[in-house]
């Protein structure tokens, strides 16, 4: 699975973003695809995820309410809308898939290891 982010750039505080993830090579049927974000000097860290074939969606506490991670089965792919960023957001943002097979996703997801996949990330910034 080759996996594509796209959807970055920069916004001011309180604005909205939406990503995007494009597979290509295979459907995403059997995967759970993540969204992680990695700020300068800081480690990877998970922002949400979503089973393609059941819809389960986790978030992490920070963007609970701001964010809404969405499959678009049509176009192979993952959205992320973020809304009421604020600079603490900023960051590259990466997605990543890893095989569930049918399963849902959960918590455990949103760690960076165990991932199968990843796509190359796409910068968001957010101003004050």
């Known amino acids: 699975v080759q996996l594509q982010a796209s959807g970055g750039g920069s916004v001011q505080s309180g604005g909205s973003l939406r990503l995007s993830c494009a597979a290509s090579?295979?459907?995403?049927?059997?995967?759970?695809i993540a969204w992680f974000r990695q700020a300068p000097g800081k480690e990877r860290e998970g922002v949400s995820s979503?089973?393609?074939?059941?819809?389960?969606?986790v978030y992490a506490d920070s963007v609970k309410g701001r964010f809404t991670i969405s499959k678009d089965n049509a176009e192979n792919a993952v959205n992320l809308q973020m809304n009421s960023l604020q600079p603490e957001d900023t960051g590259v943002y990466y997605c990543?898939?890893?095989?569930?097979?049918?399963?849902?996703?959960?918590?455990?997801?949103?760690?960076?290891?165990?991932?199968?996949?990843w796509g190359k990330g796409t910068q968001v910034t957010v101003s004050s």
């Open positions: 990543a898939a890893i095989l569930v097979v049918y399963g849902p996703t959960s918590s455990d997801h949103l760690r960076p290891d165990g991932m199968n996949f």
């Open positions: 979503i089973s393609i074939s059941d819809g389960s969606v």
């Open positions: 090579g295979s459907t995403l049927d059997y995967y759970a």
